[in-house]
T-cell receptor, first 115, second 113 residues
Framework: GAVVSQHPSWVICKSGTSVKIECRSL??????MFWYRQFPKQSLMLMAT?????????EQGVEKDKFLINHASLTLSTLTVTSAHPEDSSFYIC???????????FGEGSRLTVL | DAKTTQPPSMDCAEGRAANLPCNHS???????VYWYRQIHSQGPQYIIH???NNETNEMASLIITEDRKSSTLILPHATLRDTAVYYC??????????????FGQGTTLQVKP
């Protein structure tokens, strides 16, 4: 079964609204989680590294005020797309790092459509 | 992280072995080779990883050349459900490091009946 779960699987929202996506590690405590974005027919692009109890580390070109990441517990990281616009429509995927082995497990992804 | 080069697409007949190549000529001694695959509209799935030695698990085999500049993922008996994008990733995984994965373009494997 899945060890990393995302919610919601898909969401449709109006332009200008904010959307929150949750990523949960089910079988282990993850101090580090990663958020990716994927546009159609393209590869995954790393957006940020989410660290439990501290600020996220964003990749170059990713707006931290646009994509708010909170990692308040060892099993939950959230990505909030603020003031979403149609160009933010994408497939958002999270992954969680298992401590010790360093294995990375991916969630099922969340498809965001902004109208 | 070292860059990898993969062919954009490959076909394989159902039941036959699928051999997916990957070049990573700039890999350094402490970087691992990871393989993931992504079936349409799903999150990536871990397949296998290795450092120097060849590796085998229930899903696949990983053959790494002696100079570590290239590797091959082998799916011994491909099925239609193996149709996916396969990503070869070189990952630095020292103690205490986040070990993030940077995805390239991958190889789209089409398994045909």
């Amino acid at each position: 079964g899945a060890v990393v779960s995302q919610h919601p699987s898909w969401v449709i929202c109006k332009s200008g609204t904010s959307v929150k996506i949750e990523c949960r590690s089910l079988d282990f405590q993850a101090t580090t989680m990663f958020w990716y974005r994927q546009f159609p027919k393209q590869s995954l692009m790393l957006m940020a590294t989410s660290n439990e109890g501290s600020k996220a580390t964003y990749e170059q070109g990713v707006e931290k005020d646009k994509f708010l990441i909170n990692h308040a517990s060892l099993t939950l990281s959230t990505l909030t797309v603020t003031s979403a616009h149609p160009e933010d429509s994408s497939f958002y995927i999270c992954s969680a790092r298992r401590p010790g082995t360093g294995e990375l497990f991916f969630g099922e992804g969340s498809r965001l459509t902004v109208l | 992280d070292a860059k990898t080069t993969q062919p954009p697409s490959m076909d394989c007949a159902e039941g036959r072995a699928a051999n997916l190549p990957c070049n990573h000529s700039t890999i350094s001694g402490n970087e691992y080779v990871y393989w993931y695959r992504q079936i349409h509209s799903q999150g990536p799935q871990y397949i296998i990883h290795g450092l120097k030695n060849n590796e085998t698990n229930e899903m696949a085999s990983l053959i790494i050349t002696e100079d570590r500049k290239s590797s091959t993922l082998i799916l011994p008996h491909a099925t239609l459900r193996d149709t996916a994008v396969y990503y070869c990733i070189v990952r630095y995984l020292p103690s205490g490091n986040t070990g993030k994965l940077i995805f390239g373009q991958g190889t789209t494997l089409q398994v045909k009946p």
